[in-house]
């Protein structure tokens, strides 16, 4: 917390009526004796005979405030756990005290009106409600020290992918979230009220993120994307945070899977870095990132569960039990299924040369048959899908026409390639299951600031 | 470009049958008669009597290519500007080269089809067309030089502000960009179909990014925000970004505005230090922003521009006059305005206690009619709007029933005051606008990725 250039602090032109604010972990860096002043939530308060324990709680944690003036331990009777109070004290450094330092003889004034009590004790260890009682309240269950934690793990992940991506020279970018015609897959898209006539919220950045490849050769989007999913799952929503990135000038997607790597590498190390806490109370195992994502064709992949060969999409049975696989074989986290079947992925999708080690009659010479793309799986789950993309604009009437669609809706994303695009290739990341994997989660809704779905609009 | 972690480079597992990929940009540190192979587009051809120019662009920059081998020459008659290639060649140091070397000997291989002409030509300094052809074409006019540069002060300026706020302790966030009522200001919101039931578009993360300094004091979102705009002006987007910021345990609006004075210089410094060609090339005159922004209240500045004191807001020619007499007054390119009256002002602002120097009957003691909100100037264009919230839930009850609304669409909302809210505010910049102050753009358009407007949902 660097106090020198925060308003909390006095800086140039504060008025200097009122003591500076002092964070709760910073109180036992003052010296013993001295005055601080603490403003935030009152988390808990313990009467005890002959002396009142209130725990204060601010952005940075929890101090523990002792009350003996018997003025002030019936103040604090009208004053209930989560109202907003400012403290004034001395600061007591004392072993046994939470952080090293507790404040004695304080002077209690509350910065709001007493609080009505949350629908669940929030200083208690444990979330002690279920799953609709956290969304219908989210305002104040999310102040939870465990929702605060998972959130932080989001936040922490958010600017270390956005570094990492910094370093390899992305440029950010910001595209429409509304869109003229529901292209990309057609269904699970919402219908707006577009000043008469109808738009569609975009369903990913998809399009607008490969045409800025021509522009800018590498770059990403942090955004909501939006899918009307019908189907009420433990990891699907309306809305979720994707966390985009497109490459161009690779030689196929294992180039894609370089810079996803470094991605995710920069996640971890910076939930490291400015999230331990959360780590730590959240009891989160870390991934190790290898140097590299070990890599199974989909083909191998279908063997290896015992699944049919012609299977043309793993299920998440499967999905978990080669991660198992992974993690025994490689002491992987993660595990990168390519060649995907060109019928299960979009019309952009790069097909796969063959192996050329592979036997004259194997099914992956089937011209067309097998894909460029990929799915990362993290932990048993789908993380990350991605792939090369194609790039000649010959590919690309090619693919419409074998899809049974227009050329006239992709007018604008057409015009990119017509006017040359390199070879490339990209991928993205939902933020909320990543989130849900490395908390283990059972409900993306846990891990969400304000879920949408079929049934919730609100709060 | 840290070329050592970047996939232009090999790295571990990577295929070596091709020579590693070096930027227009890195080509001068080469050694003389080194090979060296390039990618990118052809940016232009020049034919002279013995010997061709091509000149290649990459995201890095320009280089030139020398080509005399008369099958090459002939080659490149049908690479046309656009196409996207690759060019293996002998590096030659030459003072008169752009960048200090060339490329001599080339091989040239192209990586997709011959390029279409581009609406217009990309490699002539100044964008050659007028806006409908930027707009309609972007996918392929956004490549040229200049609109590049634009959209690089804008992402830099999202770096600055995340890196300022986060070194200020700032919990980034992600909301709902669907909401169940139409809560905020009511007119200009898009509705979309929701399940069968009607959503709408967020105008604003106002209400969230309040809910959630209650749970992290201090929060930030970058995002898309939606205004069903029905006019057609030249500063108004149906979809734009919103750089918003929300900050709890503040004394007033004058602490709001040390944090946004911090989050602009953070914009600014990562201008200079991540787009400094666009800078160059724009001919950008940078903002010096000072220690602390000058204010002026909203009655005296209606005094300073003449206008009647009975105004219930500053007009675009009043902006203007203020930011001009700012300039004059104290060199600054920015000026806050506050104290707003709150007739204006949604109806969760706070209102402004009399200042205690003012007189008897000046107006400014009428109580509950001035605000403790500002606008924040920028070069005559009203950048952000800001300022401290109502905490109190009885205040909130208040608000509402003289606005008459009723309580029940706000009821999520509520319970984060209910529960306890410190003193807090903010402020929500508009990334488009800020890169059209700096650019001069006349137009909002020119300085946007694919914009949305009433006419315009494609490309």
Redesign the interface.
């Known amino acids: 917390?660097?106090s020198t250039?925060?308003?909390?602090a006095p800086?140039?032109?504060?008025?200097s009526e009122?003591l500076p604010?002092v964070l709760a972990a910073d109180l036992a860096a003052l010296p013993d004796g001295a005055t601080a002043s603490l403003?935030g939530?009152?988390h808990r308060r313990r009467a005890l005979a002959g002396v009142t324990f209130l725990v204060l709680r601010?952005?940075s944690g929890l101090v523990q405030v002792v009350v003996r003036e018997p003025e002030t331990v019936e103040q604090l009777q009208s004053l209930p756990e989560?109202?907003?109070v400012e403290v004034v004290g001395a600061v007591r450094h004392h072993p046994s005290a939470p952080g090293g330092a507790e404040l004695v003889d304080p002077a209690v004034t509350a910065?709001?009106?007493p609080?009505?009590a949350?629908p669940t004790e929030l200083w208690r260890p444990a979330f002690g409600a279920g799953l609709p009682t956290l969304l219908?309240?989210?305002?104040?269950t999310?102040?939870h020290a465990r929702?605060?934690a998972a959130?932080?793990l989001?936040?922490a992940s958010?600017?270390g992918f956005?570094t990492a991506l910094?370093?390899?020279?992305f440029?950010?970018?910001?595209?429409?979230?509304?869109?003229?015609?529901a292209t990309e897959s057609g269904a699970n898209v919402?219908?707006?009220?577009?000043?008469g006539?109808t738009?569609y919220?975009a369903q990913s950045p998809q399009l607008?993120k490969q045409?800025?490849v021509?522009?800018?050769?590498?770059v990403f989007e942090v955004?909501?994307v939006?899918r009307?999913e019908?189907h009420d799952t433990v990891r699907h929503l309306?809305?979720y945070?994707s966390l985009d990135a497109e490459?161009?000038?690779?030689?196929d997607h294992?180039?894609v899977l370089?810079?996803l790597r470094?991605a995710i590498a920069g996640m971890v190390q910076a939930i490291r870095t400015y999230a331990a806490d959360a780590v730590e109370l959240l009891e989160v195992r870390l991934p190790d990132v290898p140097?590299?994502f070990p890599v199974i064709s989909f083909h191998d992949a279908l063997a290896r569960v015992g699944a049919d060969p012609d299977e043309p999409d793993l299920s998440p049975a499967h999905e978990r039990a080669l991660s198992e696989w992974a993690a025994a074989a490689y002491g992987s986290d993660f595990l990168a299924v390519e060649g995907y079947p060109m019928s299960k992925r979009p019309f952009y999708t790069h097909p796969q040369a063959p192996p050329p080690d592979c036997a004259p009659d194997d099914p992956r010479r089937e011209p067309g048959r097998w894909s460029n793309s990929f799915d990362l799986l993290f932990r048993g789950l789908e993380l990350t899908t991605g792939g090369q993309r194609l790039?000649?604009?010959?590919d690309y009437a090619a693919a419409l026409a074998r899809t049974g669609q227009s050329p006239g809706p992709y007018?604008?994303?057409l015009?990119?390639?017509?006017?040359?695009?390199?070879?490339h290739g990209g991928f993205a990341i939902g933020?909320e299951r990543w989130v849900g994997r490395l908390t283990g989660a059972e409900n993306i809704r846990e891990v969400t600031?304000?879920p949408?779905d079929?049934h919730r609009?609100?709060?």
Chains 1, 2 share one sequence.
């Open positions: 917390m660097p250039h925060s308003p909390d800086g140039p032109g504060r008025r009122r604010r403003s939530w009152v601010d952005r989560e109202t907003v910065l709001s009106e609080a009505v949350p219908d309240h989210a305002a104040v999310l102040r929702h605060r959130w932080q989001a936040s958010l600017r956005r910094a370093e390899l020279d440029t950010e970018i910001a595209t429409p979230k509304l869109v003229g015609t919402f219908a707006v009220d577009y000043f006539r738009a919220l607008y045409m800025l021509g522009v800018f050769e590498r955004g909501p939006f009307a019908p309306a809305q945070t490459i161009g000038f690779i030689r294992r180039d370089l810079v470094e140097a590299e790039h000649r604009p010959s007018a604008g994303y015009e990119a390639f017509a006017s040359g695009m390199p070879p933020l600031l304000f949408r079929l609009l609100a709060p």
